[in-house]
């Protein structure tokens, strides 16, 4: 019977949702509170679901995990997320309840380091304006297209050098490219240049690469004296989070060429995009598509079902 | 003509893209005589510009124009050659070889570069980075994450075709996002330890992305033709940064068009620069307007490398590095 089965209160919903269900519409009763647009008690009610007996969410960044929904939910046991940062999830207040956070971990690092590979590569050579350029064009001029820019040599300041930072070194220093970074702290297994300060970071460096979690100390790490530092040659790369960047600066700079270009993942306010952006040939935007394939989605899936049985059975 | 002009060696120039730092050399070395933009007959050319045929003795070009047998014999002297190009396929080496004259390229300057391209356009196409630009600039209208997924890149098997200089560093940039590097050249190298196929249809049947990085000759033409196509596979990609005849170009867009490849990532075309129209509403096709290469720091490195090779060979500095001679 249905509601023998653990129910499941899923917000967002997370992309791999579907998918999920699909695999998963035997073990759990699914609330889709993602889908209603009543308070969360009245949702419940509507599901003939007691708030006690939802001991389970299952969450990603379009909706976020307040205090008021945990507090709706006297049994909430574990929040499970399907993405590596839970700055969505008021894990203070999880912390307070004794509420277990699950997130993806790091098991995705190399995936997110290769799209931020891929945007820098994308801005350094042009490659999306020059697939326009080629598209439209019946006769293109051969080497009529502006040219890119050498990856070479050029210095690449990683902000965040965890998981994730450490892939995106690996991949572009077999470009040749000279690593620096900035951290909260130095990490003294590695030889890459450190700088306390990200203004001297980007200053030092041609590449801005973001790879940190947003928190209290994070947000708006990139601003106006970050970007002016870079300089007019410089590049930022945003894989993490968009309110890493100050946006609307970041716009202005992009627009009156403080930067060069810049390639972005991740917005302030997915899925709006400012639409400054849209006509500029130096900036790469990608719908928060980093680590989103196939088999990223079904690893992601496993994962969180482990971590449901875990807590179901215990 | 002043007196000092006529004594400095005449230089032919097939190639109109780079040349404004050879140019602009204080003292002057050479002379410069920019047929490209003529219309008219080499030897017309030269009487035109008070220049015996005899008197040239080098050459300038790109690959975007041919040095054939016909401008080769017009000139009895002509004993050097510099393309601004890695390729040579638009020089008769033939001609060159019985006639003795140096064919420098600028191979070795650009692998890297190159490299790069064959890359990027690899990236693009497995995780549809063009394609989602475009859906991201409508992203705001249109229903969020409707954007179809691309694939991973860790694990994925990369037959390289032609291991010489790029492609052996198209393998190391791919080895560090964890790609399983496999290759097929006219032999197998010893120093190496990728998996070596001597049958390129059995490297596209054990591949998930095919990167051309040969040169174009006799051989390779066509090196892949509709049986390596299928062999590769509906999840396959083709990237190529080598030359447009290297691939049976009207059955890749057949193929592109009814999914019998997954993708692909192309920077040359059999006859640029047109382009099949066929390829352009298509999403899983990136298109380069062979900008391989073409950065503002390439060209400098370019123009440099023309000025010392035509340095040497007219023993005009001390030998500053040894040209490398493409037909040898």
């Not at chain 1, 050098?161 to 620096?180: N, P, Q, S, T, Y």
């Not at chain 1, 106006?224 to 309110?243: F, P, Q, S, T």
């Not at chain 2, 229903?143 to 198209?170: C, Y």
């Not at chain 2, 490195?301 to 007219?314: A, P, R």
Request: glycine content about 8%; overall charge neutral; some cysteine.
């Amino acid at each position: 019977m249905d509601s023998e089965l653990p129910a499941l209160l899923v917000l967002g919903p997370p992309m791999v949702f579907n998918l999920f269900q699909s695999h998963y519409s035997h073990k759990y009763r699914f609330l889709n509170f993602f889908s209603s647009h009543l308070p969360l008690p009245q949702f419940l009610q509507t599901q003939h679901a007691h708030p006690t007996s939802v001991r389970a969410i299952l969450c990603n960044p379009r909706q976020p995990v307040t205090a008021d929904v945990i507090r709706s939910l006297p049994s909430l046991g574990i929040v499970a997320t399907t993405t590596v940062g839970a700055d969505h999830i008021d894990t203070a207040e999880c912390r307070r309840r004794g509420i277990q956070v699950v997130t993806l971990g790091s098991q995705f690092a190399p995936d997110v380091a290769d799209m931020a590979v891929a945007l820098l590569i994308d801005v350094m050579f042009k490659i999306s304006a020059g697939d326009r350029f080629a598209k439209k064009s019946i006769h293109f001029k051969p080497w009529s297209f502006p040219s890119g820019s050498k990856l070479g040599g050029k210095r690449v300041g990683i902000i965040g050098l965890g998981r994730i930072g450490g892939e995106v070194a690996k991949r572009l220093e077999a470009f040749d490219c000279i690593i620096m970074y900035h951290s909260r702290n130095k990490n003294p297994s590695v030889s890459y240049t450190f700088y306390s300060n990200v203004v001297d970071l980007a200053s030092n460096s041609d590449v801005l690469v973001l790879c940190c979690p947003l928190t209290e100390q994070t947000k708006y790490i990139v601003n106006k004296e970050v970007m002016l530092a870079l300089g007019k040659g410089g590049i930022i790369v945003n894989v993490g989070r968009g309110a890493l960047i100050d946006e609307k600066e970041l716009v202005q700079c992009l627009m009156k060429g403080e930067i060069r270009g810049a390639g972005l993942d991740v917005f302030e306010n997915e899925p709006n995009v400012p639409k400054e952006l849209f006509s500029l040939d130096n900036v790469v935007l990608s719908p928060h598509a980093g680590a989103i394939t196939l088999d990223c989605f079904m690893d992601a899936c496993e994962h969180v079902a482990k971590s449901f049985d875990a807590f179901f059975s215990s | 003509m002043a007196k000092e002009e006529e004594e400095l060696p005449a230089i032919l120039v097939l190639a109109s893209s780079f040349g404004i730092d050879i140019k602009s050399q204080n003292p002057p070395k050479y002379r410069f005589l920019e047929a490209f933009s003529s219309p008219i007959p080499l030897l017309q050319f030269l009487q035109q510009q008070q220049t015996l045929p005899p008197s040239v003795r080098a050459i300038i070009c790109n690959a975007l124009k041919p040095v054939t047998a016909d401008v080769i014999r017009s000139l009895p002297s002509l004993g050097l050659i510099v393309t601004a190009s890695v390729g040579t396929d638009h020089i008769d080496l033939t001609e060159c070889r019985s006639r003795r004259i140096q064919v420098v390229n600028i191979g070795g300057l650009f692998t890297a570069d190159v490299a790069d391209m064959a890359v990027a356009l690899f990236i693009d196409v497995l995780f549809k980075i063009s394609a989602g630009d475009r859906f991201a600039r409508n992203w705001g209208l249109s229903k969020p994450l409707g954007f179809p997924f691309g694939s991973k890149l860790g694990g994925k098997r990369v037959g390289i075709i032609g291991l010489g200089r790029i492609g052996g560093e198209v393998a190391k940039r791919l080895e560090a996002f964890d790609c399983i590097i496999k290759y097929h050249s006219r032999n197998k190298n010893p120093s190496v330890s990728y998996t070596f196929y001597s049958n390129v249809v059995d490297l596209a049947s054990n591949s998930d992305v095919l990167v051309l990085c040969c040169p174009l000759t006799e051989q390779t033409r066509q090196i892949i033709n509709k049986e390596v196509m299928l062999a590769l596979g509906k999840d396959g990609i083709i990237i190529n940064v080598g030359r447009g005849a290297l691939i049976d170009e009207k059955e890749l867009v057949q193929c592109l068009v009814k999914g019998e490849i997954r993708g692909a990532g192309l920077d040359v075309f059999e006859d640029e620069p047109n382009v099949p129209k066929e390829l352009f509403p298509l999403d899983n096709v990136v298109l380069s307007p062979h900008a391989a290469a073409l950065t503002l720091d390439g060209f400098k490195d370019s123009c440099d490398y023309v000025t010392k090779s035509l340095d040497t060979f007219f023993s005009i500095k001390p030998q500053v590095s040894k040209t490398k001679l493409a037909c040898d």
